[in-house]
């Protein structure tokens, strides 16, 4: 689910990400346990928050948005993150919504 942050500066959802994944990719929405998140991949191992950094990179060039406009609110260690981008909620939805249905 995409909810926007305080005063319209940007949004939070939640992703599952898929480490060792053989390419950089963002897959569409998937349902998992009632909650809707945005299933990725990185080629990045997941040691020294390497994954992190390559699923930072990945939605910030996906939103079109600086690398520094993308933060990792939550789950550094595990496969299911929050992530929050600074920018203009309406827009940043909208470009999440665009992307469709995990296959």
Do not use: Y
Request: hydrophobic residues 45%; charged residues 25%.
């Amino acid at each position: 689910m995409i909810r926007a942050l305080p005063g319209g500066s940007g949004v939070r959802f939640h992703v599952r990400l898929t480490p060792k994944g053989g390419r950089d990719a963002v897959e569409g929405w998937m349902e998992i346990e009632g909650e809707r998140c945005l299933k990725a991949r990185v080629s990045a191992v997941p040691e020294h928050g390497k994954a992190n950094q390559a699923l930072a990179a990945l939605v910030a060039k996906t939103l079109g948005v600086a690398k520094s406009s993308v933060l990792i609110a939550g789950g550094e260690k595990s496969r299911m993150k929050t992530i929050e981008v600074a920018g203009d909620a309406g827009t940043l939805a909208a470009k999440l919504e665009a992307l469709g249905e995990a296959r």
